[in-house]
Structure formats: structure tokens, C-alpha cells
């Protein structure tokens, strides 16, 4: 399984923005879709995005669709989250993940990152 670490996280005020980064190890990278999820405080986690093994197909929650985008870097190993006009209901821990797999709903059968704190202020 690959080791992921997420970097990028932040304070923000509405309407800012952030770019996510996780950096994954191992050579199977390119093998996994990758995604993001999130969990604000008090609440489940939660899918946000999702990109295919080669990123020419991508996915959102409709929480997010519009302001985030999901894009990866194969040849280094990375997968991003651009988020845009931000939202203090966008505040959470936003988690990176490899191996997802869609039945009714995003699942992830591999590695999960540490999680980086993003906090939006209105």
C-alpha cells in the first residue's frame, strides 16, 4: 500500500482559497483512483472528490462541485485539491485516500492520510 501525506491546510477567510497537496510513496501510485475526503467536527466524514487512475475523469459532491477541483500528478506521485471560494462550512480535516472504488458510494480500499486542518473564517 502507498503512504500518503497531505500538506497545504490553513486558516482562510471566506471567499479565499487553498491548494491541498498529498504526496504518495510507492510506485503504484498511478494504479489507485485517489480522492479527498473531509470531516468537520461533530460530524461523519465525508466524500468531497475523487480522479480516476490517468485524472481524465473526475468527481465532486455536490457540496463542493464548482469551487473544488481534484487534479494528480502521476509522474510525481501527487494528487491535488484546489479549493475556491471558500466557506466556513468547508471547515474540516480534509483527508487524502487511495483506492477508491464507487458501489452506491465512495469507498476506499487502501491507504488513508493523516489529515490537514483547514479552517475557513466568515
Known amino acids: 500500500q502507498v503512504q500518503l501525506v497531505e500538506s497545504g491546510g490553513g486558516l482562510v477567510q471566506a471567499g479565499g482559497s487553498l491548494r491541498l497537496s498529498c504526496a504518495a510513496s510507492?510506485?503504484?501510485?498511478?494504479?489507485?483512483?485517489m480522492g479527498w475526503f473531509r470531516q468537520a467536527p461533530g460530524k461523519e466524514r465525508e466524500f468531497a472528490a475523487a480522479?480516476?487512475?490517468?485524472?481524465?475523469?473526475?468527481y465532486y459532491a455536490d457540496s463542493v462541485k464548482g469551487r473544488f477541483t481534484i487534479s494528480r500528478d502521476n509522474a510525481k506521485n501527487t494528487v491535488y485539491l484546489q479549493m475556491n471560494s471558500l466557506k466556513p462550512e468547508d471547515t474540516a480535516v480534509y483527508y487524502c485516500?487511495?483506492?477508491?472504488?464507487?458501489?452506491?458510494?465512495?469507498?476506499?480500499?487502501?491507504?488513508w492520510g493523516q489529515g490537514t486542518q483547514v479552517t475557513v473564517s466568515s
Open positions: 510507492g510506485r503504484t501510485f498511478s494504479s489507485y483512483h
Open positions: 480522479i480516476s487512475r490517468s485524472g481524465d475523469s473526475t
Open positions: 485516500a487511495a483506492d477508491l472504488t464507487y458501489g452506491s458510494s465512495w469507498r476506499v480500499r487502501g491507504s
